[in-house]
């Protein structure tokens, strides 16, 4: 029973290692060799876990391979434009100029009812209003309204905007994070002082606190402050 927790242990370890190492995407955004991939690594992983007399370099050695192999695929399919229109394919255009391309629907099997489906999943239930429709890689549909649908943005009337940057967060749980005060310029004096100025003495009362570009504090206190 011990054998079984540290082997399932360490190879949980190693199958998140080498993911993390084949990159970071979505499990909707994998494309096809990477699924592959991931599918026949958690089944190696698996085997050895259940039957512990199978050596565990068995399980290893598959996944180290599978891990590496990916690596180096990737590496051919960034620097090589053939390649990866090989190994990914390229995306496909459902809706053309407003038109249904029935024969690129028919080569990849994708029905009416499939793509009324995808339009209804990014908001766009009315098909007349739909561009462009593209299929990509990963499976996912890109869809281009019609100019006359698109919405309006502050460029086309021409009003003015401040920039709009990604928040700091400054306390996550009642702890301060250091590394983004710095990178915002500021210190744990400026948080506590900032604090104070809404009654609040304790950072470890804090569940959440962000920065803002424009400068702006958000703070969250934890639940069993606000009970009280």
Not at 26 to 43: K, R, W
Not at 59 to 64: R, W
Request: with cysteine.
């Amino acid at each position: 029973m011990l054998i079984t927790f540290f082997r399932t242990i360490f190879l949980y370890i190693l199958v998140i290692a080498a993911l993390r190492i084949m990159g970071k995407r979505q499990i909707g955004e994998l494309q096809p060799s990477e699924l592959v991939v991931a599918i026949m690594i958690s089944e190696l992983a698996a085997i050895p876990m259940q039957a512990t007399g199978i050596p565990l370099i068995n399980g290893i050695l598959p996944i180290i391979t599978l891990m590496i192999a990916e690596v180096v695929l990737s590496y051919i399919t960034l620097k090589s434009e053939k390649a990866r229109n090989i190994i990914s394919g390229t995306p496909s255009i459902l809706i053309e100029n407003g038109k249904i391309n029935e024969k690129e629907m028919e080569n990849l099997r994708f029905n009416m009812d499939d793509l009324l489906e995808e339009l209804r999943v990014n908001n766009c239930p009315n098909i007349a209003d739909v561009e462009f429709a593209i299929l990509e890689t990963s499976g996912q549909l890109s869809i281009i309204p019609k100019s006359q649908k698109s919405p309006v943005t502050a460029e086309d009337l021409n009003i003015p905007t401040k920039y709009n940057g990604l928040p700091l967060t400054l306390i996550s749980d009642g702890k301060v994070n250091y590394n983004n005060l710095r990178k915002a310029n500021l210190n744990r004096q400026w948080l506590s002082g900032e604090l104070a100025k809404f009654g609040i003495n304790e950072i470890n009362d804090v569940f959440f606190a962000s920065l803002d570009t424009q400068g702006n504090l958000y703070y969250q206190l934890k639940n069993k402050e606000e009970e009280e």
